[in-house]
């Protein structure tokens, strides 16, 4: 199996990027260039990177650079040892006869430190297709589930939370009944104080366990924002408790029976995000019509699965979709965060089937309005095979802004950008 990056690393880099957004300048830099300033090339044409080693802007003279060349997640086929005399060397990588994505990783060693610079360019990323297939009762299971599910009533607990409450806005703790009894789902809920009918915001939350404060921010455009948790546990406890939670029972949730489609844990978290849609439509301030989900990374992936999946959905943003084409690692792809089948345990038939009842892939190709996705291509946590795979199977317009440096993070333009997206598409379905 020819995978790079280990589970731990992946998961360091998720904390990472969650907690600090856009990675900090550091003492060194490398500065990895392609001959094409687009960074997009044919398949078969030559690829070449310039490799700069900088400190406070000035190259660094007679550096040593170690460097890698790999397609997208996969091991290296080809690594050396460049002597950058002028703190500059050039690289010529393998081409690639079929749409994909090569990245050319570098290391330095300075004052004790090993530094590294990534670039990642695209090989007719727009022809990609997905390797998960689309099963024949895909459409049926769901449907199946979500009628199911319809049957449990939502139990509906709201809590003010006056310490969060501005002068426009209340912010109240939602717990309702999920998918089935005695399961729960909770999330905060930000929603204008004047009288009205507002527009709704689904927020999808990214990987792992943790607290929600209430998006007020966006509730005070005249919005109601619902953000949820997807574990069936309260969102408005102490840090320690997610903490405890995310390394203790909950440690590895997103493979809890993946060798059965019926009890896989993720069937809880989808239904979960149709429950909340159920929550908002009973609403008496919902305007009936125009709800938008919005997530990045897991909440990426939810916000497609959540738009293919219920019909109430008009429309969606999602930044760097995570559980995009997860099966890729068997075929000798990248795969989709989890990274699940990038382990030899779980390459089974009975896991590698679930999985297509939940993968992104399968949703996207479900849906049918319009959406504004954002990524870059050296996001090693949900790579840019598998976010565009989903994205080249989706019909429906669609708007996509890439920022090709970017790893698993955004920058605040492209937070802007798809705010503003958002904002328009409301003022235009009014």
């Known amino acids: ?19 600090f957004g856009q990675p900090a ?8 260039t392609p001959n094409h300033t687009d960074w997009l090339y044919k398949p078969g044409e030559k690829i070449k990177f310039s490799i700069t080693v900088l400190k406070n802007n000035v190259p660094i003279p007679d550096t040593e650079i170690r460097y890698q060349i790999s397609e997208d997640m996969m091991k290296p086929h080809k690594e050396g040892i460049l002597q ?35 670039v990642t360019v695209g090989i007719n990323p727009e022809k990609l297709k997905p390797i998960t297939s689309l099963p024949e009762d895909f459409l049926n299971f769901w449907k199946t589930a979500k009628l199911q599910a319809q049957k449990t009533p939502m139990d509906v607990q709201m809590t003010l939370v006056p310490e969060r409450c501005t002068e426009k806005v209340n912010v109240f703790h939602v717990n309702i ?3 089935e009894s005695h399961t729960r789902l909770y999330g905060m809920l930000a929603m204008p104080k004047a009288k009205g009918r507002y527009p709704a915001v689904l927020k999808l939350p990214g990987a792992g366990i943790r607290s ?24 408005n406890m102490s840090g320690p408790v997610y903490t405890n939670l995310y390394m203790g029972a909950l440690k590895g949730y ?13 069937k809880r978290v989808y239904l979960g995000c149709v429950r909340a849609i159920d929550f908002i439509y009973s609403l008496p301030q919902f305007d009936g019509s125009n709800l938008i989900t919005f997530g990045s990374s897991q909440g990426g992936g939810l916000s497609i699965v959540t ?76 790579p840019p095979t598998t976010t565009y795979s989903a994205y080249n199977v989706i019909q429906a317009p669609k708007q996509i802004l890439v920022s090709e440096e970017t790893a698993h993070y955004a920058y605040p333009e492209q937070w802007a950008a798809a705010w503003k997206w958002v904002a328009d598409f409301f003022q235009q379905n009014k």
């Open 1 to 19: 199996m020819k995978i790079t990056r280990s589970i731990l690393l992946i998961a360091f880099l998720m904390l990472f990027y969650r907690a």
């Open 25 to 32: 300048e550091r003492l060194i830099r490398i500065q990895i």
């Open 84 to 118: 950058a005399e002028k703190g500059t060397a050039t690289v010529e990588a393998k081409t690639m006869e079929r749409p994909g994505f090569l990245r050319c990783q570098a290391f330095v060693k300075y004052g004790g430190r090993e530094y590294q610079g990534i």
């Open 177 to 179: 009944q999920n998918y």
């Open 212 to 235: 929600y404060a209430g998006d007020v921010e966006h509730a005070a455009n005249g919005w109601i924002v619902f953000e949820i948790g997807i574990h069936g546990i309260p969102v």
């Open 254 to 266: 997103h493979t809890f029976n993946l060798d059965n489609r019926d009890k896989y844990y993720y």
């Open 307 to 382: 738009a293919g999946l219920d019909s109430r959905v008009k429309g969606l943003v999602a930044f760097y979709p995570a559980l995009c084409d997860m099966v890729g690692y068997i075929h000798n792809r990248a795969g989709g965060w989890p990274h699940m089948f990038n382990k030899q345990e779980n390459q089974t038939a009975e896991k590698a089937n679930t999985a297509r009842y939940y993968d992104a892939v399968n949703f996207a190709r479900q849906i049918k309005v319009p959406g504004f996705y954002s990524f870059g291509y050296n996001d090693m946590v949900c």
